[in-house]
Nanobody
Framework: QLVESGGGLVQPEGSLGLSCAAS????????MGWYRQAPGKQRELVAL???????NYADSVKGRFTISRENAKNKVYLQMNGLKPEDTAVYYC??????????WGQGTQVTVSS
């Protein structure tokens, strides 16, 4: 029900954009965003849009990543600039509806390497 696209390989200081489209969710989506999981590490929040307006970012990506959402289309985007090797991870799209049910995408690999 969440389909991501846009991952890949990029050089350090490069840019990459991710997109995610939600479908088949019966209730209004309350929050939508991105998490990531690097090898050997726990999944962590990257960025979240709540109620289509308020945004939360991990400290490690503030000033480099920008999240945006198209409420009418149930889509969310993540523009990543100034990428660093430590940003390498599988990025997961996330959504939570107004009754608290959570949804996850299948994940897309982002690799930052020269």
């Amino acid at each position: 029900q969440l389909v991501e696209s846009g991952g890949g390989l990029v050089q350090p200081e490069g840019s990459l954009g991710l997109s995610c489209a939600a479908s088949g969710i019966a209730f209004t989506i309350y929050a939508m965003g991105w998490y990531r999981q690097a090898p050997g590490k726990q999944r962590e929040l990257v960025a979240l849009v709540i109620s289509g307006a308020s945004t939360n970012y991990a400290d490690s990506v503030k000033g480099r990543f920008t999240i945006s959402r198209e409420n009418a289309k149930n889509k969310v985007y993540l523009q990543m600039n100034g990428l660093k090797p430590e940003d390498t991870a599988v990025y997961y799209c996330y959504a939570r509806d107004i009754i608290g049910k959570e949804y996850w995408g299948q994940g897309t690999q982002v690799t930052v390497s020269s």
